[in-house]
């Protein structure tokens, strides 16, 4: 009898193994939000990792966070750098792009809770008094990513914050123009 669980136990795991392996290698995870704000004064908020404490959802997850800046104070080559708690995690922000005021390019390297890297891009589309902001992040999921992402919707984790955080610049933005 133990020999039967045993072998349905290692097929089960083989099977899960094989659906891991196929799923996608890519990912992408992107909100919109529209804000009575002109683009330039939008893009301010996010080329500048000193203003994001403002509004990032991650910074409220563990205030106690300890993070650091380094290079210019914002635009290309601004990097932030944070380690916290289980929430939050441990990595470093560059930002690679900086077009004012319709684009922001930025390398995001998670070092823990396990590592990987991802592309982060803002997009700012003036329409009239708005502005259309787009947060988008994609990247190649390691086959741990895979596994995680069998037992978690990477778009709703991920997106939810998304939400929040362009909600929170909105905030801060319309309160100010």
């Known amino acids: 009898m133990l020999i039967y669980i ?4 290692a097929v089960l795991l083989a099977v899960f193994v094989i659906v891991v392996a196929r799923m996608p290698s890519n990912f992408g995870v992107e909100r919109s939000a ?12 996010v080329n500048d990792f000193h203003r994001w404490e403002a509004w990032s959802p991650w910074a409220k997850m ?3 966070a300890k993070n650091s800046f380094e290079g210019p104070a914002s635009g290309t ?3 932030f750098a944070w380690e916290g708690n289980s929430q939050v995690g441990q990595g470093r922000m560059t930002i690679l ?3 004012k005021p319709d ?8 070092l823990k809770p396990f590592p990987s890297v991802a592309l982060v891009d803002f997009t700012f589309k003036p329409s009239g ?3 259309m902001v787009t947060w988008r992040m994609t990247g190649e999921r390691v086959f741990m990513c895979k596994m995680v992402s069998v037992f978690m919707n990477m778009d709703k984790m991920i997106g939810g914050q998304y939400e929040k955080g362009l ?3 909105q905030g801060i933005v319309e309160k100010s123009c």
């Not at 529209?34 to 908020?45: G, V, Y």
């Not at 684009?103 to 998670?110: A, C, G, H, Q």
């Open 6 to 9: 045993l072998l349905g136990l």
């Open 34 to 45: 529209k804000m009575n704000a002109p683009a330039a004064a939008i893009f301010e908020h």
């Open 62 to 64: 563990d205030p106690t």
């Open 77 to 79: 080559g601004a990097a």
């Open 97 to 99: 792009e900086s077009r």
């Open 103 to 110: 684009f922001i390019r930025i390398r995001l390297d998670f």
């Open 129 to 131: 008094n708005q502005t």
């Open 167 to 169: 909600a929170a610049i």
